[in-house]
């Protein structure tokens, strides 16, 4: 499953702060809490030719709402929590060589500002915090071009009459704890990268 990406900031509006103070005992003022969107996932095939079926991105709508992400940025941690979801539907992009509208499951989440996370407030708003790792389990995952859970007649990739043949991710059982993903990955990643060349170079 492909990562999660921060897609939007803004401000809270009178309906999400209504949203929100479901998940709060004390009255929360709208200046004190931290809202932005992520675009969880979608129903498009993948790079392992794997896709979810709309159905499935519809479920998970249901399922992550309420649930607690983990955000941390050098000594800081927040915990978001997922206040509102949505599928958006674009009927003018379809997936599966025709077949489904292209969907995508968008969720917004919050957590009260404080000291001891404007930090990672600010790593949001910059985009050093981007990339959301999402995880969920499925029920069934089914041949997209015989429909069978149990096809060995199809290989994955290969085109059949035209449609490549992928794994169809049905029936999500459980969606899993979200998280902001380090973004110190890709330069330790460069940095590796140039030692070697400077070796090279070196020799
Ligand atoms: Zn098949």
Redesign the pocket.
């Given at each position: 499953m492909n990562n999660g990406e921060v897609s939007m900031l803004s401000l809270p509006t009178k309906e999400d702060m209504a949203r929100i103070q479901k998940f709060s005992r004390r009255k929360l003022k709208d200046d004190e809490v931290f809202i932005f969107t992520i675009t969880m996932c979608n129903n498009d095939i993948d790079a392992d030719y794997e896709r979810f079926s709309s159905h499935s991105v519809f479920q998970m709508a249901e399922k992550y709402l309420g649930k607690t992400g983990i955000a941390q940025f050098e000594e800081q941690t927040a915990y978001p929590v997922i206040f509102d979801t949505g599928v958006k539907i674009d009927p003018d992009r379809k997936v599966d060589g025709g077949v489904d509208d292209y969907v995508e499951l968008i969720a917004r989440a919050y957590f009260v500002k404080r000291p001891n996370n404007l930090k990672i407030v600010d790593a949001i708003t910059t985009g050093d915090l981007r990339e959301v790792s999402v995880a969920c389990s499925v029920k069934r995952a089914i041949?997209?071009?015989?429909?069978?859970g149990d096809?060995?007649?199809?290989q994955k990739s290969l085109l059949y009459d035209g449609y490549t043949?992928h794994k169809i991710l049905a029936d999500v059982s459980e969606v899993f704890d979200w998280a902001f993903v380090a973004k110190p990955e890709k330069p330790r990643l460069k940095v590796k990268i140039n030692r070697k060349r400077k070796k090279c170079y070196d020799k």
């Open positions: 041949c997209s071009i015989c429909g069978r096809c060995t007649a199809h043949a």
